[in-house]
């Protein structure tokens, strides 16, 4: 595998440093902010505390005056927090800070009143009211409507903070892959620039030893020529590459019998290539025939040295629901293990010494954004081979 292509692997790392960060600032905020309600919640606590006490004494000197000064002076302490008086006979006596209708007066008035206290005594335990003469009272409340809000805020933050971190996920892929694909199309264009040249110069070596064919063998001037033919189809390809190719209807499997045909006599002897068709003769597909070649010699590549150069390697062309075709490209291989399926594609992922691993990547990359079709192991198994499956788009 080339170090050149290590920036792949290194982002997941990247990756998991921002997703830990943004964890550790939000679980930093939440445990602050819980902090930080309980202070307020002993507060006010406090605060209904010093209204008992309040309510306590006054009733207790039975003094209108008092009464209406002393709770004057409480009341002004507390104007957030909801609070219902019951007195001895367990009757809502008084409230503060609660909306209660206009409408509601008498019996509805206490009803609806009875039912807040219901919800009140979920939140928190009563306070005590001493009266004396052996009389209690008690106040029922709940949070204040700051408290409340204060309680969503870390969640409320965790979630900004989420979305800010997929935004950025998002926009770094993004950047990624715009990168990636400038360099792949730069790399592309810039192979078939550097191979025209060389074409071009045996192109006209193979003419000139047409004209004197008593010094040159025609044989090996035919060879030479499959060989300049074989160099203008892959200038062909790397030249599509960055650019929208030019899709056609195509029968495709003639077009995979063919391509078989020319595979077999180019690979090892020792393996055994068969071509079957479960669908129509007639079926065409939407393709690029020249890259769609391309992606069948890939996969059919791998899976020869998978197989160090013995084996048996099928194609299989089936059809599909919603109107798609298959082909699965077997082999009788080493397989791939399963913590590695997902990296097979990923550009400079290699089990051979000298491998650049880019094939996959350029085969994948080719069915799903040039042919919306797509590419996935459809199987493996150590030891027993592996299956690709590339599924396409009837015609």
């Known amino acids: 595998m080339l170090k050149s292509f290590d920036i792949y692997n290194q982002n997941n790392i990247l990756k998991i440093i921002v997703a830990l960060n943004l964890l550790l600032v939000g679980t930093g905020s939440l445990l602050y902010t819980n902090r930080l309600i309980d202070k307020l919640e002993e507060r006010e606590q406090r605060y209904v505390q010093l209204y008992a006490k309040g309510l306590a004494h006054v009733i207790q000197s039975n003094n209108t005056e008092d009464l ?37 007066v008498g019996e509805e008035k206490r009803q609806f009143l009875r039912q807040k206290v219901a919800e009140m005594r979920l939140e928190h335990y009563p306070v005590l009211v001493e009266l004396g003469n052996g009389e ?8 204040s409507l700051l408290l409340k809000q204060l309680k969503y805020f870390p969640y409320a933050l965790l979630l900004i903070l989420t979305a800010l971190g997929v935004l950025a996920y998002l926009a770094f892929s993004s950047s990624r892959r715009a990168e990636q694909n400038r360099v792949w199309v730069g790399l592309a264009k810039e192979t078939a620039h550097q191979l025209g040249t060389p074409i071009s110069s045996l192109m006209a070596w193979v003419e000139y030893m047409r004209s004197d064919p008593d010094q ?23 030249s599509s590459i960055g650019s929208v190719p030019t899709l056609k209807e195509e029968n495709l499997t003639e077009v995979i019998c063919q391509f078989a045909g020319y595979l077999e006599k180019r690979i090892s002897t020792k393996v055994r290539m068969s071509v079957a068709s479960q669908v129509p003769a007639s ?16 996969i059919c590549k791998n899976a020869v040295d998978a197989m160090s150069g013995v084996g048996e390697l099928r194609l299989n062309v089936l059809p599909l629901p919603n109107q798609e075709v298959a082909i699965d490209i077997s082999d ?37 954004e040039y042919h919306n079709g797509r590419l996935f192991v459809k199987h493996s198994e150590p030891g027993k081979g592996t299956t690709f499956r590339i599924v396409l788009n009837q015609a």
């Open 332 to 368: 009788t291989g080493k397989g791939i293990p399963k913590s590695s399926q997902h990296k097979v594609f990923t550009p400079g992922y290699s089990t051979k010494k000298r491998g650049w691993g880019l094939g996959l990547t350029l085969a994948k990359r080719i069915v799903e």
């Open 216 to 238: 040159y063998d025609a044989s090996i001037t035919e060879e030479i020529e499959k060989d300049i033919q074989r160099l203008t189809t892959i200038t062909g390809r790397f």
């Open 136 to 143: 209690r009272g008690l106040i029922y409340y709940s949070n």
């Open 283 to 298: 079926q065409m597909v939407l393709i690029n025939r020249l890259l769609f070649e391309w992606v069948i010699e890939n």
């Open 68 to 104: 209406t000064f002393v709770m004057q002076e409480i009341l002004d302490v507390n104007n957030t927090i909801p609070a219902i008086y019951i007195d001895p006979t367990n009757e809502p006596a008084q409230y503060r800070n609660i909306e209660v209708p206009k409408e509601l």
